[in-house]
């Protein structure tokens, strides 16, 4: 058994924690807030703010834990390092955690150093870069906060009198200290993917079957698995998606973004942990789920394939208020009574608007863009009081 420090407690967090269980290990789940969803499942917790540095040097003198697992971006990740010049292991890496933490690093990680096609970019410090930024990049074009997780601060310039507006709302969804955002290029794309790749300490790199989603504000909507797509974007996106986790290192499962468009395959970011849109793999697409194999592959244990057992679809169930009181759910008769589909419900225990607290899925032999109407009606059954 292994002693396992979770930092950041959320939905994904939660699976993560119930996939560890079932393979004999002891969680200490984290997060800012008290019952957080990992936080009911695991054997023990901690609150604390994980961007204070002295908080996360006491809990890991605390616990002296066999593995250090982030599950979210906010961390003041650059002590990860001082914590494997100590002997312990950070999952994936503490480079992976560190570079991925911010976009800065990570894009120019796969930009300049391994020559990964990416859409163009640039960083701003302030509004005159980030009006520099735009002429380069040109209209449209897409601003991001350089830290953040679910699409907070995103959004797409079209004029020049949105960039202040921009600018602003990038600020607003930081996260941690860091003021600074990057500025995309515009990539005209088909669709987007997510290729979850596993990196193993003794075993070959494995891709699961490629993810299509649905993305509102910056965050998604729906995913499905598996994406119709030509067999050459696939080997393209497996390349980049395997060189750019060698370089960062480490064993795990990683959410790797593309844009698709007719001609080419884009970079467009990374996250060491399972991914939002991966949630469809709870409907038993796979023989392993997303938590099941980044279990497996941060405990050393051998994932010998993975492979696609039926199409699948999810779709997000969303707050529509701000409550401190405990969410309650109405609708989950008239969902649950529809065969092939089930319903996973988070358990946050306070609600704000778009937040997400529940997710549907389905699944069969269906195309998947029926599966995905049909995870859509059901999310729509559920209301959150």
Known sequence: MKKILLLGSGELGKEFVIACQRLGQYIIAVDSYENAPAMQVAQAFEVIDMLDGNALDSLVEKYQPDLIVPEIEAIRTERFYDYEKQGFTVVPSAKAANFTMNRKSIRDLA????????????????????????????????????????????????????????????????????????????????????????????????????????????????SWQPMPMSQQRLEEAKEMAEKVTQALGGAGIWGVE?????????FSELSPRPHDTGMVTLAGTQNFNEFELHA?????????????????????????????????????????????????IFGKPSTRPYRRMAVTLTYGDEEVGSLVKKAKKLADEIKVN
């Open 111 to 222: 930009a300049k150093e391994l020559r990964v096609n990416t859409a163009p970019y640039s960083y701003a410090t302030n509004l005159d870069e980030l009006t520099k930024g735009v002429d380069k990049c040109g209209y449209p074009c897409v601003v991001k906060p350089l830290m953040s997780s679910s699409g907070k601060g995103q959004s797409v310039i079209k004029l020049e009198s949105d960039i202040q507006k921009a600018w602003d709302h990038a600020i607003a969804g930081s996260r941690g200290d860091l003021q600074e955002v990057i500025v995309e290029g515009f990539i005209d794309f088909d669709y987007e993917i997510t290729l979850l790749t596993v990196t193993q300490n003794n075993g070959p790199t494995l891709f699961c079957p490629p993810i299509g989603h649905r993305q509102e504000r910056g965050d998604y909507q729906e």
């Open 258 to 266: 593309f844009f698709i468009t007719k001609d080419a395959t884009y």
């Open 296 to 344: 497996r592959s941060v405990l050393g244990l051998p994932i010998s394939e993975i492979k696609l057992l039926k199409n699948g679809a999810s779709a997000v169930v969303l707050a529509k208020d701000e409550s401190k009181s405990t969410p309650q759910f109405s609708g989950l008769n008239k969902a649950m009574i529809v065969k092939d589909a089930d319903v996973r």
